[in-house]
């Protein structure tokens, strides 16, 4: 099952500090727990990890995703602004994505999201022209940015090159 499959993004979550790799490994386990039958989508890009749910393969199928920063983790959702947000909790101003920031799981509105990603799911769902497309279960790394600007974060390149 896609849940274990993990070598990738623990490898991809490396340089962040390691209370961030926790919540974002938390926050993944609480998506992955409510739909194992969707895909994670895994974006290892120049100024943070993304790793999204999507019902195909295709990004513009995600319904949540997981954005990795130095400090703090975004939890959002692909397609926002088509969503019910009662409690005006999501942050964002552009045409499509909205998040939260998450610092820690205590914190996290866990009742609220799972009402936000059962509407966020069914909407990504009806997006799909080709139910053929659907697939289950898989976990797949659609780009990793060879150079990685990422504010804060100190790799073991850069700490071995500080040294000299």
């Avoid at 088509?82 to 994505?97: S, T």
Wanted: glycine share 4%; proline share 5%; hydrophobic share 40%.
């Amino acid at each position: 099952m896609s849940k274990d499959e993990t070598k990738d993004l623990l490898q991809f979550l490396t340089p962040f500090p390691k209370e961030v790799q926790e919540l974002a490994l938390w926050l993944r386990d609480f998506v992955w727990n409510q739909y194992p039958n969707c895909n994670e989508l895994i974006y290892d890009n120049y100024n943070a990890l993304a790793f999204g749910w999507s019902v195909t393969d295709r990004l513009q199928h995600t319904f949540c995703s997981i954005a990795v920063f130095a400090k703090y983790v975004h939890f959002g959702f692909y397609w926002g602004t088509q969503i019910a947000d009662p409690e005006k909790k999501l942050l964002g101003k552009g045409n499509q994505y909205r998040y939260i920031i998450v610092n820690n799981n205590n914190d996290f509105p866990k009742v609220y999201i799972k009402k936000l990603l059962k509407e966020a799911y069914a909407n990504s769902l009806a997006k799909v022209k080709d139910k053929a497309e659907i697939i289950k279960g898989a976990t797949i790394v659609k780009s990793i940015s060879p150079v990685k600007k990422r504010p804060g974060i100190v790799t073991p390149k850069k700490a071995a090159a500080r040294k000299k």
